[in-house]
């Protein structure tokens, strides 16, 4: 497990604390299990977000769910690049609102094998919005030689963004621009990464990019913003 926890804290405006990304599972599964993952501090307003990033050298794979603590976490965005008859990269966004706890199992299930998983965890408090799991999203996908990947995404006032990236085929580390990279992991080739802001400013087209260090032909980014 890399654990880097870091709380971003604003006035009167929601908060994130990246906690950790575990260690990948290098493994062809349906079903992925991340046991006893660190969800923080168990408070009334704690909502967990993980982000999952898998990858297979074929195409038609989709991330059907995702579990945390044995409930069913809503996937807010589902980034999934498609190489015809090669390969398959997937980043999904999950939230639930978990009360109770400090750690639990996160479970990703998808229609078919995977060959590797990633999974990230934040979680966010103080949010005012009326509906926590609609937040607004952008899902940006690659299949082409190269290294960014760039997108915009609606802000509200005083909103954070929570972003994750995943590829294949390369042996590079993620970067990003319009947020903070908070972790990369790596297993057979595959990247991960997880960036993140807050108290950003209202902007109808909020500008971010993730970075490959070196190039790749399929990419998955996903971004979501809360308030």
């Not at 880097?4 to 575990?22: D, I």
């Not at 802001?197 to 996903?222: C, D, G, H, K």
């Amino acid at each position: 497990m890399f654990t880097f926890p870091v709380t971003f804290f604003g006035a009167g405006s929601a908060t994130r604390t990246f906690l950790q990304s575990e260690t990948p599972i290098n493994a062809i599964q349906t079903v992925y299990t991340f046991s006893n993952v660190n969800i923080g501090p168990a408070t009334a307003d704690r909502y967990v977000v993980c982000i999952i990033g898998c990858y297979v050298n074929v195409p038609s794979r989709t991330l059907n769910s995702v579990t945390i603590g044995g409930n069913a976490a809503t996937i807010v965005v589902n980034s999934n690049a498609q190489v015809a008859a090669a390969a398959t990269c997937i980043t999904g966004i999950a939230i639930l609102n978990v009360t109770a706890g400090t750690t639990a199992n996160v479970v990703a299930t998808f229609n078919n094998n995977m060959l590797v998983c990633h999974c990230h965890t934040y979680v966010i408090n103080n949010l005012t919005m009326a509906s926590p799991t609609s937040p607004t999203t952008k899902s940006t996908t690659n299949n082409a030689s190269g290294t960014t990947l760039s997108d915009t995404i609606a802000t509200v006032a005083n909103s954070l963004l929570i972003a994750g990236v995943t590829s294949a085929a390369s042996a590079g580390s993620f970067s990003f621009t319009g947020v903070a990279l908070d972790s990369n992991t790596t297993a057979l080739s595959v990247p991960s990464g997880c960036g993140s802001a807050q108290n950003l400013s209202a902007n109808a087209a909020f500008p971010y990019s993730s970075i490959l260090s070196s190039s790749t032909t399929v990419t998955a980014l996903a971004a979501a913003t809360w308030s």
